[in-house]
T-cell receptor, first 110, second 112 residues
Framework: AQRVTQPEKLLSVFKGAPVELKCNYS??????LFWYVQYSRQRLQLLLR??SRESIKGFTADLNKGETSFHLKKPFAQEEDSAMYYCALSRYSSASKIIFGSGTRLSIRP | DVKVTQSSRYLVKRTGEKVFLECVQD?????MFWYRQDPGLGLRLIYF???????EKGDIPEGYSVSREKKERFSLILESASTNQTSMYLC???????????FGPGTRLTVT
């Protein structure tokens, strides 16, 4: 069965420190992975997707098929990064839905 | 810009009432979704629709039904609201089923 696991419910780091939000998935085929973010009092929105290989707001995420991981990283945290982050997976060549992880709340301390 | 709107931001209903949550998108997307968002549980898919009048059950469809009579509108129906359906409900749409989803602002439903 496909599953997305985010082991940390809450991650608290100091401003300027590196950030890594963990995401592991289980899927035997070729997945497409996403990170979505929800800032306070804003709607959930796409942050980045692995096929675009972009850096958005200083965040990057690399798909590691060997470890079945898609961790989100940022070298220097900023206070405005405080938000709820969801990792998500969809299957290629399928009309199926996206599967979301349970989310990690990132809190940046000044 | 894709716009997904939901009929109410906050809703308070009594146990046993029939509840309608409406969602409208303006980008001609084929696919629409209803989720509930609960702390520690993330987003759980209730139902989705890949075309007008077409629907599929998600992970937690019990106690819910949906209606999609027009492409732009997807309604979630709680046939007989119960207190365990108190939650934040999010609607989303996408051009392709596995592609980027665009979310509405959410409806916080309280069932007393």
């Amino acid at each position: 069965a496909q599953r997305v696991t985010q082991p940390e419910k809450l991650l608290s780091v100091f401003k300027g420190a590196p950030v890594e939000l963990k995401c592991n998935y289980s899927y035997s085929g070729s997945p497409e992975l996403f990170w979505y973010v929800q800032y306070s009092r804003q709607r959930l929105q796409l942050l980045l997707r692995h096929i675009s290989r972009e850096s958005i707001k200083g965040f990057t995420a690399d798909l590691n098929k060997g470890e079945t991981s898609f961790h989100l990283k940022k070298p220097f945290a900023q206070e405005e990064d405080s938000a709820m982050y969801y990792c998500a997976l969809s299957r290629y060549s399928s009309a199926s839905k996206i599967i979301f992880g349970s989310g990690t709340r990132l809190s940046i301390r000044p | 810009d894709v716009k997904v709107t939901q009929s109410s931001r906050y809703l308070v209903k009594r146990t046993g009432e029939k509840v309608f949550l409406e969602c409208v998108q303006d980008m001609d997307h084929e696919n629409m979704f209803w989720y509930r968002q609960d702390p520690g549980l993330g987003l759980r898919l209730i139902y989705f629709s890949y075309d007008v009048k077409m629907k599929e059950k998600g992970d937690i469809p019990e106690g819910y039904s949906v209606s999609r009579e027009k492409k732009e509108r997807f309604s979630l129906i709680l046939e007989s609201a119960s207190t365990n359906q108190t939650s934040m409900y999010l609607c989303a749409s996408s051009l392709s089923a596995g592609g980027e989803q665009y979310f509405g602002p959410g409806t916080r439903l309280t069932v007393t």
